[in-house]
């Protein structure tokens, strides 16, 4: 299978100079909204602020993959004497906890890095960050070209448990015979 190059997106945070502002969910949850900049609900954005304000900590947290799956790790992180959970950093959406899950439909959330039409340079939290604490960075790797073939199934594996084996699989025979 021949390899090619694919664009990775992310965003570097740089804990030192972020001062809790929220100015990153203030302008993803607008950019989220439907239409478009229409509403602000900080609860629909992609970017999360666990703060502590009286010990000065900030830390900007964006939405990452779904897991079905609660994590086992329940780590502790002591910053400036203060006790935080693991889960308060996670990036992930999952059964435990409502963060990063559309408040109207429980849907999870992930950051799409603002991408629209026509793209974006660069993800509207990083623009709106008034002291460069988000940092855009883009990277090339090379990866197998083709259908990652566990995306798929994870795929049949959720659609057979909501419709049942035998309509997916009536589906897929139906859509077989259009081809």
């Given at each position: 299978?021949a390899?090619?190059?694919?664009?990775?997106?992310?965003?570097?945070?740089?804990?030192?100079?972020?001062?809790?502002?929220?100015?990153?969910?203030v302008?993803?949850?607008?950019?989220?909204?439907?239409?478009k900049?229409?509403?602000?609900n900080?609860?629909?954005?992609r970017?999360?602020?666990?703060?502590?304000?009286i010990?000065?900590?900030?830390?900007?947290v964006?939405?990452?993959?779904?897991?079905?799956?609660?994590?086992?790790?329940r780590?502790?992180?002591?910053?400036?004497?203060?006790e935080?959970?693991?889960c308060?950093?996670?990036?992930?959406?999952?059964p435990?906890?409502?963060a990063?899950?559309e408040?109207?439909?429980?849907?999870?959330?992930?950051?799409?890095m603002?991408?629209d039409d026509?793209?974006?340079?660069?993800?509207?939290?990083v623009?709106?960050?008034?002291n460069?604490?988000?940092?855009?960075?883009?990277?090339?790797?090379?990866?197998e070209?083709?259908?990652?073939?566990?995306?798929?199934?994870?795929?049949?594996?959720?659609?057979?448990?909501?419709?049942?084996?035998?309509?997916?699989?009536?589906?897929?025979a139906r859509?077989?015979?259009?081809?």
């Amino acid at each position: 299978m021949a390899k090619i190059k694919k664009k990775v997106k992310t965003i570097k945070i740089d804990l030192d100079k972020c001062n809790g502002c929220r100015a990153c969910e203030v302008i993803c949850s607008a950019f989220h909204a439907n239409p478009k900049y229409s509403s602000n609900n900080p609860a629909r954005s992609r970017i999360r602020m666990v703060r502590d304000p009286i010990r000065d900590v900030y830390v900007p947290v964006y939405a990452g993959e779904y897991t079905g799956a609660e994590c086992m790790g329940r780590d502790k992180y002591v910053i400036d004497g203060k006790e935080y959970d693991e889960c308060g950093f996670c990036r992930a959406a999952c059964p435990s906890r409502d963060a990063f899950k559309e408040p109207d439909s429980g849907l999870p959330l992930k950051c799409d890095m603002c991408e629209d039409d026509p793209p974006r340079e660069k993800p509207l939290c990083v623009e709106w960050c008034l002291n460069d604490a988000l940092i855009y960075e883009e990277r090339e790797e090379e990866v197998e070209e083709g259908v990652e073939m566990e995306a798929v199934e994870t795929g049949l594996e959720s659609m057979i448990d909501k419709y049942g084996f035998q309509k997916v699989a009536d589906t897929v025979a139906r859509l077989s015979k259009k081809e």
